[in-house]
Nanobody, 130 residues
Framework: QLHLAESGGGLVQPGGSLTLSCVVS????????ITWFRRAPGRDHEGVSC????????YYIDAVQGRFTISKDDAKNTVYLQMNNLKPEDTAQYYC???????????????????????WGQGTQVTVSS
């Protein structure tokens, strides 16, 4: 069974940077996307960015486009989320999750839908505050 573990959260000032890591127990051919979600207090899970383990294609929501970069290291089975120019509204618990739903390969924007993901990590807190 697939396992995910996040790390790298913390407290940072507005305009600062953080890099989150998601260690995946194994990249398999059935894993069609690894997605970073976030959940702020009182709000639903929001898909932020996704990456395909097989071909490296990526997807970002408009709110983070140009500020966040998702990447993977196959040798380390790790997906990263580099977050620059952080804003207070980025404050949330951040989770990585995996989907094995094949249709996500063909409509990659579906990767930000929480219901497409069955396997989740435990989360890491990011707080952006002065």
């Amino acid at each position: 069974q697939l396992h995910l573990a996040e790390s790298g959260g913390g407290l940072v000032q507005p305009g600062g940077s953080l890099t989150l890591s998601c260690v995946v127990s194994a990249f398999t051919s059935e894993t069609h996307a690894i997605t970073w979600f976030r959940r702020a207090p009182g709000r639903d899970h929001e898909g932020v960015s996704c990456i395909s383990p097989s071909d490296g294609k990526t997807y970002y929501i408009d709110a983070v486009q140009g500020r966040f970069t998702i990447s993977k290291d196959d040798a380390k089975n790790t997906v990263y989320l580099q977050m620059n120019n952080l804003k207070p509204e980025d404050t949330a618990q951040y989770y990585c999750a995996a989907t094995t739903h094949a249709h996500v390969k063909y409509v990659f924007s579906l990767c930000t839908n929480p219901t497409e993901h069955r396997t989740w990590g435990q989360g890491t807190q990011v707080t952006v505050s002065s």
